[in-house]
């Protein structure tokens, strides 16, 4: 069985990522916990590729690396890449506070999820690489208890839902991490 490096050091991530890729059969393994990488790209996607490449080389092994944040119209696509830090906040709740608080009453609530998966091969050049988009809208305040991040205030009009309200199951096929997954999918099964 291959194996793939999952370059992060939340285990809850390995979790997801192996669900995503039951079917192909790699073993997926935490990236060493001394081995730092620093975001330094503008896009997701330069993320995504630096932070696999990275632990493609150092390990020797191949990496898989996502990154993904939401991007808000009316703030010229604010958080984004600065999604998990967003106005040096402290939690969830704080950082989606501060994206209403930014906001205000602005009409144009249209927003959107993206997330960029990279996988590098042991030399560290890229294999393969994918992008997933969620369109949907800023409500005013918090709705629902699941999920995490900006998932409260994450509206989809087609589905009446914020991703906070929607079973798992609904948000990881129609979340931008999903949509992701499921194009690299196809690339990733004929690589291995
Ligand atoms: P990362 O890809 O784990 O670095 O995620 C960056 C940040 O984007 C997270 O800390 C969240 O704030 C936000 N984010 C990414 N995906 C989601 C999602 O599905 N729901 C809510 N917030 C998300």
Redesign the pocket.
Known sequence: MAVLIVATGNPGKVKEMAAYLASLGWELRLKPPNLEIEETGHTFLENACLKASQVAKATGEWAIA?????EVEALNGEPGIY??RYGNCRS?VE?TQHLLTKLADHPNRKAQ?V?AIAIAQPDGTIALQSEGICLGEILPAPRGNG?????PV?YLPEHQMT?AEMPAELKNAV???GKAFTSLIPQLASAN
Request: charge should be negative.
């Open positions: 996502d990154d993904s944040g939401l999604s998990a969830d950082r999820f997330c999920g995490f991040g900006y998932d994450f991703f979340s931008h991490r």
